[in-house]
């Protein structure tokens, strides 16, 4: 069992940053991907950005090149820098952790990810 937890969301105008965090407890944390997922209002929910358990291995959307996603194991915490962000970035962000331990290349779909925060709200104003 792991539980995440997200913050860091808010109301930033367009060409701001974030910073996102996803804080875990639980199961080995640093065994696991972790992926960052956004569900727009009306729109289903979307693939942003990945990180293999040794951060050896990440895989972004190609729609959030401005984004960074990086992992301190020790602090058991992924993050996920958002630069230049724009009104279509809008959405409500989740963190989600790997169902299988020690994958070696990250997966962006969904099915792959079996437990999720509660997600927190980033909203871009023009």
């Known amino acids: 069992q792991v539980q995440l937890v997200e913050s860091g969301g808010g109301l930033v105008q367009a060409g701001g940053s974030l910073r996102l965090s996803c804080a875990a407890s639980?199961?080995?944390?640093?065994?696991?991907?972790v992926g960052w997922f956004r569900q727009a209002p009306g729109k289903e929910r979307e693939f942003v950005a990945a990180?293999?358990?040794?951060?050896?291995?990440i895989y972004y959307a190609h729609s959030v090149i401005r984004f960074t996603i990086s992992r301190d194991n020790a602090k058991n915490t992924v993050y996920l820098q958002m630069n230049d962000l724009k009104p279509e970035d809008t959405a409500v962000y989740y963190c989600?952790?790997?169902?299988?331990?020690?994958?070696?290349?990250?997966?962006?779909?969904?099915?792959?990810?079996?437990?999720w925060g509660q997600g927190t709200q980033v909203t871009v104003s023009s």
């Open positions: 639980g199961r080995t944390f640093s065994n696991y991907a």
């Open positions: 990180i293999n358990w040794s951060a050896g291995n």
């Open positions: 989600a952790a790997d169902s299988i331990p020690f994958r070696s290349r990250v997966t962006p779909q969904l099915r792959d990810y079996n437990y």
